[in-house]
């Protein structure tokens, strides 16, 4: 970057300033986006801020924003003891990954099962959100994704071969998707939670396994949550058949190796439900059902 744009710009910040102590400017919002870039073009621009920090807070009406997408030079050069610019700060955010219902508001001419996979493949990562060209079909996911794929096909893509990459890892993607499914159902949980919705308070959820003492093998639950004397215990399937009878008993058996004595169960499904099982889970009065396209419809409300 330019050095003399950079004292430019700090002319003009001084400037600003200025008219802001002497009311031609009521009140104005500076962001500096990309700090460490410019910073790093700039040695002295951190003192130089403390100067003109220190100098006009008490007078200056001017709120200043410093943005960052280098995490460890915002908390080695801003954030830092040693840092010009410490305990001068008011408040500091980190911005996360964008969940998958907020992330559906950048699809809009997805088909609800492409929503799916181009969150899987970037996070809810706004930048990555925007390489997605939504008129077309087709976390950390997209570390999770490259981690997956990319390495085994690296020598077909380095040779611009990206159809043929494709093709070897399209069959591959419903297993890849059984995770991302899971992360959106634990999101939905959350959200449940938060609006009152949820049949338990928990406090946190997440995979639980752990061996089974009768039957000495290991078990899985894709999520659980508990609460006091409540649990809820959930299964999550991204596949093109309906969950059947045997997912919910398999899901029943499994919540018998803890002893709460409040339980609740809730079946996730990309597809639905067969008639078995929507008819025992009426029976037993403690099951929650929910579709994709369930939770489809309440990011449109």
Not at 30 to 48: F, G, H, M, N, Q
Not at 117 to 133: K, S
Not at 184 to 196: P, T, V
Request: charged residues 25%.
């Amino acid at each position: 970057m330019n050095h003399k744009l950079v004292k430019r710009k700090l002319v003009i910040c001084d400037s600003v300033i200025d008219r802001t102590k002497k009311g031609v400017i009521k009140r104005i919002v500076l962001v500096i986006d990309e700090y460490p870039y410019v910073a790093r073009a700039s040695k002295s621009l951190a003192s130089t801020l403390q100067l003109l920090i220190d100098k006009n807070k008490d007078s200056s009406k001017l709120f200043l924003i410093l943005c960052g997408s280098s995490m460890s030079y915002m908390e080695d050069h801003v954030l830092a003891y040693k840092s010009p610019l410490y305990g001068r700060r008011i408040a500091q955010l980190k911005i996360q990954p964008l969940e998958f219902l907020e992330a559906c508001l950048c699809f809009k001419n997805l088909s609800d099962e492409d929503k799916a996979m181009a969150y899987g493949i970037t996070g809810g990562t706004h930048q990555y959100l925007q390489q997605i060209d939504d008129s077309l079909s087709i976390e950390d996911n997209m570390f999770r994704f490259w981690y997956r794929f990319v390495p085994e096909n690296i020598s077909i893509i380095s040779r611009g071969a990206a159809d043929l990459a494709y093709r070897r890892i399209l069959p591959e993607l419903p297993s890849y998707m059984g995770g991302i499914f899971e992360d959106i159902c634990k999101q939905y949980l959350w959200k449940l939670l938060l609006e009152g919705k949820c049949a338990v308070n928990f406090s946190d959820i997440g995979r639980w396994w752990g061996a089974n003492p009768k039957t000495k093998s290991r078990e899985e639950i894709d999520i659980m949550g508990t609460a006091k004397d409540a649990a809820l215990f959930a299964e999550c399937k991204w596949t093109n058949e309906k969950v059947d009878l045997g997912v919910l008993e398999t899901l029943v058996e499994r919540s018998m190796l803890f002893s709460y004595r409040k339980v609740y169960f809730y079946l996730f499904a990309k597809t639905g439900f067969t008639k078995g099982c929507i008819d025992i889970a009426a029976e037993m009065g403690n099951v929650t059902m929910i579709t994709y396209k369930d939770m489809l419809a309440e990011q449109k409300r």
